[in-house]
């Protein structure tokens, strides 16, 4: 308010925007002890970053025996005093507008193949439990809120919490759950809340993904960049909306890759249709790849006429050829044409190169309102590891 003041008596103004976002600073929960980081904090987590991927995963329990390392098990009586929803839980104003925010879970790459891949009890509880994060004002009626089994904090300058619930109580195999709680950057207008999903692993691995997490954490640039976040309480992960995570088996800066996340759409319905075969989940791109790839794709109205025209003139009992040179659009008119062949068969398009399938992937997405709903995509590499599990 102070400062607020001094700007308009030095003969300055306030955008209403800027008002809000002075409102939202007043209204932050400050720094509790449990998220501060002292320097030897710091250092420990500088030094276990030190470690190749590799070498931790070769002796998780390695990590489960470390108390540095260790995702601590919660006692009952410190689940019973802490609230572990998330959505917009996580925000200091959790009346939201559906308009203008999404419920979103991201799944990494792995977690998606293994939703693929395993059996539908198992599916049908890992999605129970990823329903019983929301609020109980929202929640699926009949399923129960979700209890937090481990907690650990990640990160230094900024921190966020990584949570691990089980989903198969009573199983030989007790599998965990490890997500934190997330608020997205806003674009064009409209921001994403919800749970990134790092991992489904056994419950004696949880410490070593934690301390996975933990390390890409430290080795990540954090650029500042121009993001404007819902007012949220402490401990979520902000996810920019030009910002890369690194892949969990990173061992530098220098040789590591981005993490492939897919995006669930919680008000859709996207989670009970993860195995329906008419189902594709999209891929998060970043907004400026996602701007550079609609600029490429953005056909003009001559050209646009003159495909379809192609596609009018297509006969089904004959092969055809499609010529042009590099980023004319030949790869999308032929998805577009054996899509449109028979819309009941299911379309696999595969390519050597995840930058292509993501720039393709997109393009179509930008269309769907025409068509093309039985497509997936897929890299060589990705369909093997599948093939394989």
Request: with cysteine; net charge negative; hydrophobic share 35%.
């Amino acid at each position: 308010e102070h400062v607020t003041n001094l700007i308009v008596q030095e003969g300055g103004n306030l955008p209403q925007k800027q008002c809000g976002a002075w409102s939202s600073l007043k209204s932050m929960v400050p720094q509790s002890l449990d998220s501060f980081r002292t320097w030897d904090d710091t250092l420990k987590i500088a030094e276990t970053a030190a470690l190749p991927a590799e070498t931790l995963m070769e002796s998780p329990e390695a990590c489960e025996e470390d108390q540095d390392k260790r995702m601590q098990v919660l006692s009952p009586q410190e689940c019973r005093g802490m609230d572990f929803t998330c959505f917009e839980s996580r925000l200091i104003n959790p009346k939201i507008n559906s308009d203008l925010v999404q419920r979103v879970i991201l799944l990494e790459q792995a977690v998606y193949n293994w939703s693929l891949s395993t059996d539908q009890t198992t599916r049908s509880n890992f999605v129970n439990a990823l329903e019983g994060l929301k609020p109980s004002s929202v929640r699926r009626p009949g399923v129960k809120e979700t209890r937090i089994h481990r907690r650990a904090i990640i990160g230094a300058a900024t921190t966020y919490e990584i949570l691990a619930a089980r989903f198969q109580e009573g199983s030989n195999e007790e599998n965990v759950v490890l997500f934190s709680p997330y608020v997205a950057g806003e674009v064009e207008g409209v921001t994403s809340i919800g749970v990134l999903v790092w991992a489904v692993a056994p419950d004696s691995e949880a410490s070593l993904y934690k301390t996975l997490v933990s390390n890409t954490e430290f080795m990540r640039h954090k650029v500042k960049l121009d993001d404007r976040f819902l007012a949220h309480k402490e401990l979520v992960l902000e996810l920019g909306k030009d910002m890369h995570l690194l892949d969990l088996h990173s061992t530098s800066i220098w040789t590591t890759s981005t993490m492939n996340l897919y995006v669930f759409n919680v008000d859709d319905g996207d989670l009970d249709r993860i195995h329906d075969p008419g189902f594709s989940a999209k891929q998060r791109i970043v907004y400026s790849e996602e701007q550079v790839n609609k600029a490429i794709f953005r056909l003009s109205q001559a050209e646009a006429k003159e495909n379809e025209g192609i596609l009018a003139s297509e006969r089904l009992d004959m092969s055809s050829l499609i010529s042009g040179g590099a980023g004319t659009g030949k790869t999308l008119l032929m998805i577009k044409k054996v899509s449109k062949e028979d819309p009941s068969r299911r379309v696999l398009v595969v390519s050597r190169l995840p930058r292509l399938v993501n720039i393709i992937k997109t393009a179509v997405e930008e269309k769907r309102d025409s068509g093309g709903d039985n497509l997936s995509f897929t890299t060589y590499d990705d369909l093997l590891q599948v093939s394989l599990t």
